[in-house]
């Protein structure tokens, strides 16, 4: 993990209503079951808490993977930043 998703990731850490996860396998969120970690792996239960997330992304230049259910989702086996 790159200092810059470091950094997103000590940020992440103090939002309230976000399950974070580092070093994530996608498969496990996708239908398709197939695909690398992400390096970062949000699920926000609160609107609030998505607009932080996507704040605090946008401040360090990282653009997010919005998946939502996973459905038609394909995830390289190298995974994702």
């Known amino acids: 993990m790159d200092e810059r ?4 990731y000590q ?3 103090s939002v309230p209503q976000l399950r ?3 070093d994530e396998p ?3 969120h ?3 079951r197939t695909g690398g970690p992400a390096a970062i792996f949000v699920q926000p239960k609160l609107s609030i808490a998505l607009e932080s997330v996507l704040r605090l992304a946008r ?3 990282i653009e ?3 998946i939502g259910a996973g459905s ?3 995830v390289p086996d190298e995974g994702l930043d």
């Open 30 to 32: 996708t239908t398709f």
């Open 5 to 8: 998703m470091f950094d997103l």
């Open 20 to 22: 974070l996860l580092r």
């Open 64 to 66: 997010p993977v919005i």
């Open 72 to 74: 038609n989702t394909l």
């Open 59 to 61: 401040n360090r230049d």
């Open 26 to 28: 996608m498969l496990y």
């Open 11 to 13: 940020h992440l850490e």
